[in-house]
T-cell receptor, first 112, second 112 residues
């Protein structure tokens, strides 16, 4: 059974800092991994999708890496801004499975 | 121009009532999902449909019945509502099960 863990549960940093969010999963036989952002009272916004054959994906100030063998992914946010404040969720699709398994998220607060 | 929309956004009802939540996507996707996010913000899949066919049916009470009249719509009907059904329900869609999932804004259901 695939389990996804995100640490820390909450993170607060000053504006302008670079930061890393962590995601770990128990079954390394994954098909892909997706990072989402959720704003309070809103739905999820897809940020990055990494296929199992990829090591990283970049979109603007965001960079996601994937290390299947160690069961880890990181989301790197450069030059953080108050608008980056949100909950960040990672989700994993196991090979042969048809569903995403989500972590519980990291609540990020960027202080002006 | 909303990609995945849900109605209603908020739903407050009493125990024992029957209610429905509607979802529509205009992305041309062939796969749609229902997720439940509980009070601890943990997101779990409930159902998935591919081309109007039920693909995923997690351990969900029989009181929950999804219906997909066409590929662009996936509705969720809940009978005999219970207090524990209070949660935010998210609809999502993708092209096949392997591609990036796009989420709706969520329906906050409160059962009193």
């Amino acid at each position: 059974k695939q389990e996804v863990t995100q640490i820390p549960a909450a993170l607060s940093v000053p504006e302008g800092e670079n930061l890393v969010l962590n995601c770990s999963f128990t079954d390394s036989a994954i098909y892909n991994l997706q990072w989402f952002r959720q704003d309070p009272g809103k739905g999820l916004t897809s940020l990055l999708l990494i296929q199992s054959s990829q090591r990283e994906q970049t979109s603007g100030r965001l960079n996601a890496s994937l290390d299947k063998s160690s069961g880890r992914s990181t989301l790197y946010i450069a030059a953080s801004q108050p608008g980056d404040s949100a909950t960040y969720l990672c989700a994993v699709r196991r090979q042969g499975a048809q569903k995403l398994v989500f972590g519980q998220g990291t609540r990020l607060t960027i202080n002006p | 121009d909303t990609a995945v929309s849900q109605t209603p956004k908020y739903l407050v009802t009493q125990m024992g009532n029957d209610k429905s939540i509607k979802c529509e996507q205009n992305l041309g996707h062939d796969t749609m999902y229902w997720y439940k996010q509980d009070s601890k913000k943990f997101l779990k899949i409930m159902f998935s449909y591919n081309n109007k066919e039920l693909i995923i049916n997690e351990t969900v009470p029989n009181r929950f019945s999804p219906k997909s009249p066409d590929k662009a719509h996936l509705n969720l009907h809940i009978n005999s509502l219970e207090l524990g059904d209070s949660a935010v329900y998210f609809c999502a869609s993708s092209q096949g099960h392997r591609d990036e999932q796009y989420f709706g804004p969520g329906t906050r259901l409160t059962v009193t």
